[in-house]
């Protein structure tokens, strides 16, 4: 998730109590990676169920222009650092099953405390 999460540690606020039905795009979600399951990873929501998403806009794992509607109980899930992530691109939806939370906020170090937004903007034509 870099650059939006470092690896040399932070302190992270997680709303465990949250239903995978309430995430919307842009949260940071916390799920079991469905590659691994004794590993929990964090990832953005690009696309909730019904929702028409571009596989991926890189091109680097799959053509540009090849895009897939986001089954019912799925969500799609992108990392930050596109060049280097492993997700829906790499394993597909993911089930909200998977779901354990949400990052809220980032509380250390303080110099880059930061409340997590969505900040995605969904195009409807």
């Known amino acids: 998730m870099i650059p939006t999460m470092y690896p040399q540690g932070e302190w992270i606020i997680e709303n465990r ?22 590993r929990t990873v964090c990832k953005r929501v690009i696309g909730l169920p019904g ?34 992530s492993i997700d829906s691109r790499d394993y597909g939806p993911v089930s909200m099953a998977l779901v354990k939370g949400r990052q809220v906020a980032r509380i250390w170090p303080p110099q880059r405390f930061t409340v997590f937004r969505s900040n995605f903007e969904y195009i409807h034509e």
């Open 51 to 84: 929702d028409v998403v571009c596989v991926d806009p890189t091109g680097k794992k799959a053509p540009s222009t090849e895009h897939v509607v986001v089954p019912k109980g799925h969500l799609w899930m992108s990392g930050d650092n596109a060049e280097m």
């Open 17 to 38: 109590r949250i239903s995978p039905h309430n995430l919307r795009r842009g949260h940071l979600a916390i799920y079991t990676s469905p590659l691994d399951p004794s």
